[in-house]
């Protein structure tokens, strides 16, 4: 088996950080890896209570920035700082269940043309976490959010066999470190989401593929250091962060219509959180105050596609 270490980002994940941790560590003492939580400038002193946990092995190390740099800065910094040949790259608020791991690294093996390999995501109850992906350009994304004739969505996909697809949910990476550096590693600009969506395009534009391993299996609570940051203004950091995607890769107006694509379903989410106000999870989306500052957000004049 190739060489590996596990990496997790940490800002403030004192609830779930050390799941994350217990959850792979027999199983990265046992097949002789890795595992290094870089801390973002953490301030709940969530990085001091793993980092006593495990001192005293010799997989654990603990590499600490002064700042929050970002999800992107801080991986490729943690990265850069091993040399590692297989990384696993994962939130601090998942959780691998028995044996996944295991699964995760061998599937690099058996895939050789594989950029990026994620496992099966689950919501904390167990329930399917959706997690395959089109490119988020707006004929896609519109398929994905109304019936388009002879279209289905890689979301809608059935989530029970290997597949490759655009792009996986970055809640849990496992990539070779020299085609992720061969790469250019994440695009820095991309503070929170899509920086693994901009990653998987450039690696599929290179002919690497992402591949969906369903047998290894992840609990991802979602957003949990996004939700502290921007609380319950995190979803609107997806509509930057999808034209932030667009301005580098997408054709002339595709900007314009994902504004408008999405300035549609904002009127849509709204008159449907009016009509059923009592939708699954409490969805901020279908709510008015969120579907302003969207509206804002999309259509505010002298803006600047981030």
């Given at each position: 088996?190739?060489?590996?270490?596990?990496?997790?980002?940490?800002?403030?994940?004192?609830?779930?950080?050390?799941?994350?941790?217990?959850?792979?560590?027999?199983?990265?003492?046992?097949?002789?890896?890795?595992?290094?939580?870089?801390?973002?400038?953490?301030?709940?002193?969530?990085?001091?209570?793993?980092?006593?946990?495990?001192?005293?092995?010799?997989?654990f190390s603990l590499i600490k920035s002064p700042d929050n740099l970002g999800f992107a800065a801080g991986a490729n910094r943690a990265i850069q700082s091993v040399d590692a040949e297989v990384i696993v790259l994962a939130n601090s608020d998942t959780v691998f269940l028995p044996g996944s791991l295991q699964i995760l690294l061998e599937a690099v093996e058996n895939y050789p043309s594989a950029g990026i390999i994620g496992p099966k995501l689950l919501w904390p109850d167990r329930t399917l976490q959706p997690s395959l992906r089109d490119f988020p350009f707006p004929g896609n994304l519109f398929a994905e959010h109304f019936p388009v004739p002879g279209r289905k969505p890689a979301v809608k996909n059935p989530h029970t066999d290997e597949q490759e697809v655009d792009w996986l949910v970055g809640a849990v990476m496992v990539f070779r470190r020299d085609v992720f550096l061969a790469a250019g590693?994440?695009?820095?600009?991309?503070?929170?989401?899509?920086?693994e969506t901009e990653l998987q395009y450039r690696l599929f534009l290179q002919g690497y593929r992402?591949?969906?391993?369903?047998?290894?299996?992840?609990?991802?609570?979602?957003?949990?250091?996004?939700?502290?940051?921007?609380?319950?203004?995190?979803?609107?950091?997806?509509?930057?962060?999808?034209?932030?995607?667009?301005?580098?890769?997408?054709?002339?107006?595709?900007?314009a219509l994902f504004r408008l694509f999405m300035g549609l379903l904002q009127g849509y989410r709204l008159?449907?959180?009016?009509?059923?106000?009592?939708?699954?999870?409490?969805?901020?989306?279908?709510?008015?105050?969120?579907?302003?500052?969207?509206?804002?957000?999309?259509?505010?004049?002298?803006?600047?596609?981030?």
């Amino acid at each position: 088996m190739n060489s590996f270490a596990v990496i997790t980002l940490n800002w403030n994940g004192l609830e779930v950080l050390s799941a994350m941790v217990e959850s792979v560590a027999e199983s990265v003492a046992k097949l002789h890896g890795r595992l290094i939580v870089f801390d973002n400038g953490s301030t709940d002193g969530s990085e001091r209570v793993v980092a006593d946990r495990w001192k005293d092995t010799s997989w654990f190390s603990l590499i600490k920035s002064p700042d929050n740099l970002g999800f992107a800065a801080g991986a490729n910094r943690a990265i850069q700082s091993v040399d590692a040949e297989v990384i696993v790259l994962a939130n601090s608020d998942t959780v691998f269940l028995p044996g996944s791991l295991q699964i995760l690294l061998e599937a690099v093996e058996n895939y050789p043309s594989a950029g990026i390999i994620g496992p099966k995501l689950l919501w904390p109850d167990r329930t399917l976490q959706p997690s395959l992906r089109d490119f988020p350009f707006p004929g896609n994304l519109f398929a994905e959010h109304f019936p388009v004739p002879g279209r289905k969505p890689a979301v809608k996909n059935p989530h029970t066999d290997e597949q490759e697809v655009d792009w996986l949910v970055g809640a849990v990476m496992v990539f070779r470190r020299d085609v992720f550096l061969a790469a250019g590693g994440f695009d820095e600009e991309f503070f929170f989401y899509h920086e693994e969506t901009e990653l998987q395009y450039r690696l599929f534009l290179q002919g690497y593929r992402s591949v969906f391993v369903p047998q290894a299996e992840v609990v991802h609570v979602e957003g949990a250091s996004a939700r502290k940051k921007f609380g319950r203004e995190t979803y609107l950091q997806y509509i930057q962060a999808k034209l932030k995607f667009l301005r580098k890769h997408g054709y002339t107006g595709s900007s314009a219509l994902f504004r408008l694509f999405m300035g549609l379903l904002q009127g849509y989410r709204l008159a449907a959180g009016i009509v059923r106000p009592a939708l699954p999870r409490n969805d901020i989306r279908y709510t008015a105050p969120y579907c302003r500052k969207a509206f804002r957000e999309l259509f505010r004049r002298n803006r600047r596609d981030y």
